[in-house]
C-alpha cells in the first residue's frame, strides 16, 4: 500500500515514510492510496478469530510489500495483548467496548500499534524517532508503557501546568527511561500552539526525527480499522441483517477508520453519528460537512498538534460521494436526548455510558428510520472508560462507576521539579539538554 496526501494525489510514499514524517510537506494529511478486497478473507472468520489475529492479516493485506506475513503477526501479537470486546445487549443491539486497555482509552490500541510498526522499521532500517505530544494524560500513560524498554524510541510530551500525569519516575530520560516531560506555563491551547510551531519549522522535525502519536499520524490511525472487521468476525453468526454503527464524532477518527474498513471492501452498512459544528444534515436528510465549503487551497496547514480528521472525510466523500451519501446518517441531538439515552442505558441495560455514547445512542435512537424494519443490528460505539466522565453520569443518574483497579495510571499526577516553558524555543533547548 502506497500513501498520497489529502492537498496533492501526485505525492505517493510508503508506509515507512508517512508514519516516520507523518506530516506532508503540503500540509495535508496521508491516506492510503488503494485498498486490497479482503471480502474472501472475511468469510474465514468467526467468533473464535482474535483481534491480535486480524490485526495482523490486515496488517499483511495492507503494507506486505514492506513488511513480510510473520513480521505483520509479530507487531499485531506485540501490539495487542488486549482486545476489544462485543456485547449483546438487545436482540439487535450490541456494544463494541474500546476501553479494556491498560489506560482505560481506546487510544492504547492506536498508540501500541504505531510504536510497534516504529520500532519494526527503525530496527530494519536504523535511525531514531521521537514523538512530540501535547497531552493531559492518557496519550501519557499509552505512549510511556509502549516505548518502555524501546531503543529506537523516545517521546517529549507537553503538559499543562499541573496536569503532568500518566508517567512513573521510571519512565523519565533522567531515570534511563524513553520519556522527556515538559510542563508549559499555560493550558492545553498552550501546548497545542507549541507542537505546531515546532513542526512549522521543517529543519527541526528533520534534525531530531519528530513524529506524533496522535491520528494526524496514518499509522495511528489506521489500527482504528481494525475494530470493525473484529466486531463482524464476533457478529456474522449472530445477526441476519446489516450492521450499523453508532459512534461519537471525537475527531472523526473512528468514522474515517470504519470508512477504510468499507473501502477494503468488508461489510458495513453505515455509521449513525450526533451532528456537530462540522457535519449537518443537509435538506434531503443526508449528510453534509461543512469544511468542504472552503476549497483546501485556501485553508492553514493540518494540526499536527490536536488533528481533526475531516479532511481525510472529504477525500472520501471526493472520491464516493453517492455512495457516502448512504453510508453516514447524522442526526441532531439536544442535551435532554443525551440524558435520556443514558438513562435509557443504565434502565434498561445496567449500562454506564459517558456523554459522547450517550449522544451516539440518541442518535442511533432517532434514525431507526434507516434499520428498524430490516431486521438490522446497532452496534453501539463506546470509545473510553465511562468513569472518565463520572461527573456526567453522576448529574444523569445520581451515581457513577469507578474506575477499575487495572486502569489508574493515566489519572495518577506526578510531580516535575524543572521550570515551566513558554515557548517552542525553550523546548528545543530542553530536548537538546535531555535527549
Not at 507523518?22 to 479482503?38: H, K, N, Q, S, T
Not at 501490539?79 to 462485543?86: D, E, G, L, T
Not at 495518577?412 to 539538554?433: F, G, N, Q, R, Y
Request: proline share 6%; with cysteine.
Amino acid at each position: 500500500m502506497k500513501f498520497t496526501s489529502t492537498r496533492n494525489p501526485s505525492v505517493s510514499v510508503n508506509f515507512a515514510k508517512a508514519v516516520l514524517d507523518c506530516m506532508p510537506e503540503d500540509g495535508g494529511l496521508y491516506i492510503p492510496e488503494e485498498f486490497a478486497d479482503l471480502r474472501k478473507w472475511i468469510l474465514y472468520t468467526d467468533e473464535n478469530t482474535s483481534f491480535s489475529s486480524i490485526a495482523g492479516t490486515l496488517t499483511s493485506a495492507c503494507i506486505n510489500t514492506e513488511f513480510s506475513p510473520i513480521i505483520c503477526e509479530t507487531i499485531a501479537t506485540k501490539a495487542f495483548p488486549f482486545s476489544p470486546k462485543v456485547q449483546k445487549i438487545d436482540e439487535n443491539l450490541f456494544t463494541l467496548e474500546l476501553y479494556h486497555t491498560p489506560s482505560g482509552s481506546h487510544k492504547e490500541f492506536g498508540v501500541s500499534y504505531l510504536v510497534n510498526c516504529l520500532e519494526t522499521i527503525l530496527t530494519l532500517q536504523g535511525g531514531t524517532a521521537t514523538f512530540l505530544d501535547a497531552t493531559t494524560g492518557e496519550i501519557a500513560s499509552s505512549l510511556a508503557r509502549a516505548i518502555r524498554g524501546k531503543n529506537n524510541l523516545k517521546a517529549v510530551l507537553l503538559f499543562p501546568k499541573g496536569f503532568v500525569r500518566g508517567l512513573t519516575k521510571e519512565d523519565f530520560v533522567w531515570n534511563g527511561g524513553n520519556v522527556l516531560p515538559v510542563e508549559v506555563d499555560g493550558d492545553e491551547k498552550l501546548c497545542h500552539a507549541l507542537v505546531r510551531e515546532i513542526f512549522a519549522n521543517r529543519a527541526l522535525v528533520e534534525k531530531y526525527n519528530l513524529t506524533v502519536a496522535n491520528t494526524a499520524n496514518i499509522g495511528r490511525l489506521m489500527p482504528q480499522a481494525f475494530f470493525y472487521p473484529y466486531a463482524f468476525s464476533q457478529l456474522k453468526n449472530q445477526v441476519n441483517g446489516g450492521i450499523f454503527y453508532a459512534m461519537p464524532c471525537g475527531n472523526y477518527s473512528n468514522l474515517v477508520a470504519g470508512l477504510y474498513s468499507w473501502r477494503l471492501s468488508l461489510p458495513v452498512n453505515g455509521f449513525i453519528c450526533p451532528t456537530s459544528d462540522e457535519i449537518k444534515v443537509d435538506l434531503e436528510g443526508n449528510c453534509e460537512i461543512m469544511d468542504s465549503i472552503v476549497d483546501l487551497k485556501n485553508r492553514g496547514n493540518a494540526d499536527p498538534a490536536s488533528p481533526s480528521n475531516l479532511e481525510r472525510l472529504e477525500e472520501i466523500f471526493t472520491t464516493s460521494s453517492l455512495m457516502l451519501k448512504h453510508f453516514i446518517y447524522p442526526a441532531q441531538v439536544s442535551k435532554e436526548e443525551t440524558e435520556a439515552a443514558c438513562q435509557k442505558l443504565f434502565k434498561d441495560y445496567g449500562i454506564y455510558a459517558n456523554k459522547s455514547t450517550s449522544r451516539a445512542y440518541a442518535a442511533a435512537l432517532k434514525r431507526n428510520d434507516i434499520f428498524g424494519d430490516e431486521g438490522s443490528s446497532v452496534v453501539l460505539v463506546m470509545r473510553d472508560h465511562p468513569a472518565f466522565d463520572s461527573e456526567f453520569i453522576r448529574h444523569t443518574l445520581g451515581k457513577a462507576p469507578e474506575l477499575p483497579n487495572e486502569n489508574p495510571d493515566s489519572l495518577i499526577p506526578t510531580e516535575l521539579k524543572h521550570p515551566c516553558v513558554s515557548s517552542p524555543e525553550e523546548v528545543m533547548l530542553i530536548i537538546a539538554d535531555e535527549l
